[in-house]
T-cell receptor
Framework: GQQLNQSPQSMFIQEGEDVSMNCTSSSIFNTWLWYKQDPGEGPVLLIALYKAGELTSNGRLTAQFGITRKDSFLNISASIPSDVGIYFCAGQLRDYGQNFVFGPGTRLSVLP | EAGVVQSPRYKIIEKKQPVAFWCNPISGHNTLYWYRQNLGQGPELLIRYENEEAVDDSQLPKDRFSAERLKGVDSTLKIQPAELGDSAVYLC?????????????FGPGTRLTVL
């Protein structure tokens, strides 16, 4: 099946630092969603992207829909302890109807 | 507005036993998804409903898994009999089918442990 790659797989940063993570594929996507999942909870939607090149912010989070339509990026500025969790990207393939494919996640740890 | 509701939150059973999970989507959302999430991985789609119709069940192991959404609102996912490899978190999500927006919202999940 279709696969999404996320990098880095995990990262440790100091509180206050900025974070960048990305999601890539060899397939073309119509929509990108970014989620955060805390332990024992379901994924929570952070940002949705619908157009190539689109740049969207949600507080300290900024995400971009790659121009090639095969990738997306998520940036977190001035990280805080509550940013800890697993960040998933999900892409809706151009010819795949309403289904989304999820990446394996990026695990973020914030050190005080 | 209430989010996606799932129950139970946790379930521990012995192998070969049956188990069922329940999901109530966000009010008005006509699309409902069941996902399975193994430890350290992203969610994987099991089945998607549009109203009461299962429009994609290609990833559902039909020998032991079944699902229903009889009135196009809440849904039940069943496993019978459960196997050790079924231990995972089962997530339900819903969305409002639209040509413009396809945002999926997840419930808290049911963590299944098969002993």
């Amino acid at each position: 099946g279709q696969q999404l790659n996320q990098s880095p797989q995990s990262m440790f940063i100091q509180e206050g630092e900025d974070v960048s993570m990305n999601c890539t594929s060899s397939s073309i996507f119509n929509t990108w969603l970014w989620y955060k999942q805390d332990p024992g909870e379901g994924p929570v939607l952070l940002i949705a992207l619908y157009k190539a090149g689109e740049l969207t912010s949600n507080g300290r989070l900024t995400a971009q829909f790659g121009i090639t339509r095969k990738d997306s990026f998520l940036n977190i500025s001035a990280s805080i302890p509550s940013d800890v969790g697993i960040y998933f990207c999900a892409g809706q393939l151009r010819d795949y109807g309403q289904n989304f494919v999820f990446g394996p996640g990026t695990r973020l740890s914030v050190l005080p | 507005e209430a989010g996606v509701v799932q129950s139970p939150r946790y379930k521990i059973i012995e192998k070969k036993q049956p188990v069922a999970f329940w999901c109530n989507p966000i009010s008005g959302h006509n699309t409902l998804y069941w996902y399975r999430q193994n430890l350290g991985q992203g969610p994987e789609l099991l089945i998607r409903y549009e109203n009461e119709e299962a429009v994609d069940d290609s990833q559902l192991p039909k020998d032991r898994f079944s699902a229903e959404r009889l009135k196009g609102v809440d849904s039940t996912l069943k496993i019978q009999p459960a196997e050790l490899g079924d231990s995972a978190v089962y997530l339900c999500a819903s969305s409002l089918r639209s040509s413009a927006y396809n945002e999926q919202f997840f419930g808290p999940g049911t963590r299944l442990t098969v002993l």
